[in-house]
């Protein structure tokens, strides 16, 4: 069974910086492309980020571009999101995807002072 | 980047009638390998997103075969035959022919009348 499962989140200041975390399990991870999307409270799906199976490429969304970084550990079967400059509008429940087919819960980001 | 406009943004249906939601891009969704790369997502209340349709008419495992897509280029429509209580919640369109970015329709929310 495909698991994916989100940790990291939390309450940060503005300015701040948080690291999430997916664990994934069920499927040969080295395989598969991973993507990060995120939903404000109350608002729609919004396309974060994603990273190719072996880690050698990456995509961003521009509201993202050049404070967030995305990686992968595929010898610990975990993708990860670090999440610089935060800016109150990052406020967001942020999913771990693959394939855009399985879905994490989700781990809830504040930006808050 | 690709804009997907869903219509309705609110759809009050009645138990047992169809259901239609509406689904455009700002340009043609058909892809260079000759796919066109068009999902449909369903969220209920206080769960992550669920993939519903693939590639514009492909049901996901699992999904009831009430569901099903069509369309094609621009325009795209996921119909319910018959609507249940459990299928209430918010419904997303969202292409993935021309990334970066993936980009998601504002959602379309299901209530029962």
């Known amino acids: 069974e495909v698991q994916l499962v989100e940790s990291g989140g939390g309450l940060v200041q503005p300015g701040g910086s948080l690291r999430l975390s997916c664990a994934a399990s069920?499927?040969?991870?080295?395989?598969?492309?991973m993507h990060w999307v995120r939903q404000a409270p109350g608002k729609g799906l919004v396309w974060v980020s994603r990273i190719d199976s072996d880690g050698s490429s990456t995509s961003y969304a521009d509201s993202v571009k050049g404070r967030f970084t995305i990686s992968r550990d595929n010898a610990k079967n975990t993708v990860y999101l670090q999440m610089n400059s935060l800016r109150t509008e990052d406020t967001a429940v942020y999913y771990c995807?693959?394939?855009?087919?399985?879905w994490g819960r989700g781990t809830l980001v504040t930006v808050s002072s | 980047d690709v804009v997907m406009t869903q219509s309705p943004l609110a759809l009050p249906v009645t138990l047992g009638q169809p259901a239609s939601i509406s689904c455009r891009s700002s340009q043609s969704l058909v892809h260079s390998d000759g796919n066109t790369y068009l999902n449909w997502f369903q969220q209920r209340p206080g769960q992550s997103p669920r993939r519903l349709i693939y590639?514009?008419?492909n049901r996901d495992s699992g999904v009831p075969d009430r569901f099903s897509g069509s369309g094609s280029g621009t325009d795209f429509t996921l119909k319910i035959s018959r609507v249940e209580a459990e299928d209430v919640g918010v419904y997303y369109c969202m292409q993935g022919t021309h990334w970066p970015p993936w980009t998601f329709g504002q959602g379309t929310k299901v209530e029962i009348k």
């Open positions: 590639k514009v008419s």
């Open positions: 069920g499927f040969t991870f080295s395989s598969y492309w």
């Open positions: 995807v693959r394939g855009f087919e399985y």
